[in-house]
């Protein structure tokens, strides 16, 4: 037995009604588009730090990622990590995003800190994994 690949509609259509328990509006799914989302903060011409992910709309969710957020290690601690994300958090309510997902490193407890001040809640069943291609 062969994996097929496919990125029809129908066949989508198909996969998530012998699949999913949960009701979704079908005559919504359209094929995925994802918009890349990226803001960054420049003090004059030099760059401090940025926050970057996507949103990706499925027809019946939009759903958001954090993909990475970084500020330049002498810019840290005054509050420009927030400033960024609240920023993100923003424009992903602008576009109607259902939610923003992101992966941390478990020791990471700054990032930790600031995103749950940002109003993330930890998933405690959530498992970080990855697959580098390169
Ligand atoms: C995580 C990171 C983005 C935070 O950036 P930052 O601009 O320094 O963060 P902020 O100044 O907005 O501070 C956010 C919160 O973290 C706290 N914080 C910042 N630096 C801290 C430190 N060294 N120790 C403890 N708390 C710290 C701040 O006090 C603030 O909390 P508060 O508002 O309750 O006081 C930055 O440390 C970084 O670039 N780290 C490397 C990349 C990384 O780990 N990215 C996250 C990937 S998910």
Known sequence: MDAKFTNNAEDI???MNSFWEKKVDFSQVKLVSAEPVWF???DE???VGYIN???IDYGYCKEAEIT???IKSN???RGYSKQLVDKFISYCKNKS???ISLRVEKDN???KHLYLKSGFEEDQKGLLMNLNLK
């Open 13 to 15: 259509k198909n996969i």
């Open 40 to 42: 960054y903060l420049e």
């Open 45 to 47: 011409t030099k760059l």
């Open 53 to 55: 992910g996507f949103i």
């Open 68 to 70: 990475n957020l970084e």
């Open 75 to 77: 810019m840290r601690g």
């Open 97 to 99: 995003a259902d939610l």
């Open 109 to 111: 407890e700054i990032a």
